[in-house]
């Protein structure tokens, strides 16, 4: 929840809209929801200032809609007027259970429908929003990050082409790799991690959990995902341990070099409870041998928590990972699309992240410092506090 205090000693760039893609409408909507109930409570002085007229809204939502002809065609509609509005779009393009028509065909959308969608959203607001903003959970191509012989480098080239559109500010979770904003020097870009989301919902499930070096252990899947669990093991006051992984760099599968093995660094992990912080769940192979290993090492539970659970290859790995007690629970946020029947798993735990969001949005309108946004820690600190004691507490 953002500090209303905070938010007293600044004025609104412009009146706030926020246009939910199609795509993203089930998160927007808890947004949207958060985003009046902020308002509503906050005493700011542009509230009953006529000069800030739309400060306090029933509903910041844009209607808008992209279109589709039989050939596959598309056009963005936006229905409302955006003249002078400071406007959040927010878009998840993982979401493949989207479907159009196309010469009679059913076609799922794809990154790249999700991504020339938001490019017609943008084209028909431009000229007419105060400033643009693009909110992208899961950053398009965000894989794509660097430039390894003749390939493409696409996220780069992907927010370079936005900016030039009109965008004057980057929102996304967790990119895989944050230097891509290089790429775009003078404008806005934001990467959020949810270490506090994540540990939130722990607690919230999870009640016998000691939480201190002699029971706990901090596990980072690869090196890319070091800094988070370094983070993690240094709010907690754990240690932390990392598995690189071992590849053919002779061969290629897949556009990819394959895992030879995974190669564990770290502190004994026999009796301890352990938490692996990751940027996403892809097929969920490479996750799932990780756990086994630490099971082998006679780990006393394992906790997966990641940013992302795309679970592209479906749940069976997972369910049957579950039935031989290779992990206890899986932690994913819900910024983007969720499987079907993920929700009803013994094993799996919704981080929300709709009121994180909405915190970020209400911040960025009031061009107010996001420092506190980024470093939870206090937050950490007093609920773990509350948890150890085995007290109730709120999460924000």
Same mark, same amino acid.
């Given at each position: 929840?953002?500090?209303?205090?905070?938010?007293?000693? $600044?004025? &609104?760039?412009?009146?706030?809209?926020? +246009?939910?893609?199609?795509?993203?409408?089930?998160?927007?909507?808890?947004?949207?929801?958060?985003?009046?109930?902020?308002?509503?409570?906050?005493?700011?002085?542009?509230?009953?200032?006529?000069?800030?007229?739309?400060?306090?809204?029933?509903?910041?939502?844009?209607?808008?809609?992209?279109?589709?002809?039989?050939?596959?065609?598309?056009?963005?509609?936006?229905?409302?007027?955006?003249?002078?509005?400071?406007?959040?779009?927010?878009?998840?393009?993982?979401?493949?259970?989207?479907?159009?028509?196309?010469?009679?065909?059913?076609?799922?959308?794809?990154?790249?429908?999700?991504?020339?969608?938001?490019?017609?959203?943008?084209?028909?607001?431009?000229?007419?929003?105060?400033?643009?903003?693009?909110?992208?959970?899961?950053?398009?191509?965000?894989?794509?990050?660097?430039?390894?012989?003749?390939? $493409?480098?696409?996220?780069?080239?992907?927010?370079?082409?936005?900016?030039?559109?009109?965008?004057?500010?980057?929102?996304?979770?967790?990119?895989?790799?944050?230097?891509?904003?290089?790429?775009?020097?003078?404008?806005?870009?934001?990467?959020?991690? &949810?270490?506090?989301?994540?540990?939130?919902?722990?607690?919230?499930?999870?009640?016998?959990?000691?939480?201190?070096?002699?029971?706990? +252990?901090?596990?980072?899947?690869?090196?890319?995902?070091?800094?988070?669990?370094?983070?993690?093991?240094?709010? +907690?006051?754990?240690?932390?341990?990392?598995?690189?992984?071992?590849?053919?760099?002779?061969?290629?599968?897949?556009?990819?070099?394959?895992?030879?093995?995974?190669?564990?660094?770290?502190?004994?992990?026999?009796?301890?409870?352990?938490?692996?912080?990751?940027?996403?769940?892809?097929?969920?192979?490479?996750?799932?041998?990780?756990?086994?290993?630490?099971?082998?090492?006679?780990?006393?539970?394992?906790?997966?928590?990641?940013?992302?659970? +795309?679970?592209?290859?479906?749940?069976?790995?997972?369910?049957?990972?579950?039935?031989?007690?290779?992990?206890?629970?899986?932690?994913?946020?819900?910024?983007?699309?969720?499987?079907?029947?993920?929700?009803?798993?013994?094993?799996?735990?919704?981080?929300?992240?709709?009121?994180?969001?909405?915190?970020?949005?209400?911040?960025?309108?009031?061009?107010?410092?996001?420092?506190?946004?980024?470093?939870?820690?206090?937050?950490?600190?007093?609920?773990?506090?509350?948890?150890?004691?085995?007290?109730?507490?709120?999460?924000?």
């Amino acid at each position: 929840m953002p500090n209303f205090d905070d938010l007293t000693d $600044s004025i &609104p760039v412009a009146p706030l809209k926020l +246009l939910v893609m199609e795509s993203a409408k089930q998160l927007g909507n808890k947004v949207n929801q958060y985003l009046v109930s902020f308002r509503k409570r906050n005493n700011h002085p542009a509230k009953n200032d006529e000069a800030f007229t739309g400060y306090a809204e029933k509903s910041y939502l844009l209607e808008s809609n992209c279109l589709r002809f039989d050939n596959g065609e598309g056009k963005a509609l936006v229905t409302d007027s955006v003249r002078g509005k400071d406007l959040f779009i927010l878009v998840d393009v993982c979401n493949h259970s989207i479907t159009y028509q196309m010469n009679g065909y059913t076609n799922h959308k794809s990154p790249d429908d999700h991504y020339q969608d938001l490019k017609r959203i943008i084209s028909a607001v431009n000229g007419k929003a105060h400033r643009i903003n693009v909110i992208m959970p899961y950053l398009y191509e965000g894989r794509q990050h660097r430039r390894m012989g003749r390939e $493409s480098l696409y996220c780069a080239y992907t927010i370079q082409e936005l900016h030039e559109m009109g965008v004057k500010n980057f929102i996304t979770f967790d990119a895989h790799d944050p230097r891509v904003q290089n790429s775009i020097p003078l404008c806005g870009f934001d990467s959020f991690t &949810p270490p506090y989301q994540f540990i939130s919902a722990l607690m919230r499930t999870e009640r016998d959990l000691i939480m201190d070096k002699d029971h706990l +252990l901090v596990i980072s899947p690869d090196e890319g995902a070091m800094d988070r669990a370094v983070y993690c093991a240094d709010v +907690l006051g754990v240690d932390v341990g990392m598995f690189y992984k071992r590849r053919d760099f002779t061969t290629i599968v897949d556009g990819k070099n394959p895992i030879v093995a995974h190669e564990f660094l770290g502190d004994d992990v026999d009796g301890k409870d352990v938490l692996i912080i990751d940027d996403m769940i892809s097929s969920g192979g490479s996750i799932i041998d990780t756990a086994q290993i630490l099971k082998r090492k006679n780990a006393k539970r394992v906790y997966i928590c990641s940013t992302f659970g +795309l679970f592209t290859d479906g749940l069976d790995i997972f369910d049957e990972a579950y039935e031989n007690c290779i992990f206890e629970k899986i932690v994913t946020t819900n910024l983007t699309y969720l499987k079907p029947g993920l929700k009803d798993r013994p094993y799996y735990v919704e981080a929300d992240m709709s009121k994180f969001l909405a915190s970020i949005i209400d911040y960025m309108n009031h061009d107010s410092s996001l420092m506190n946004v980024y470093t939870p820690t206090d937050k950490i600190h007093a609920i773990l506090k509350k948890y150890n004691a085995r007290e109730e507490y709120a999460v924000e």
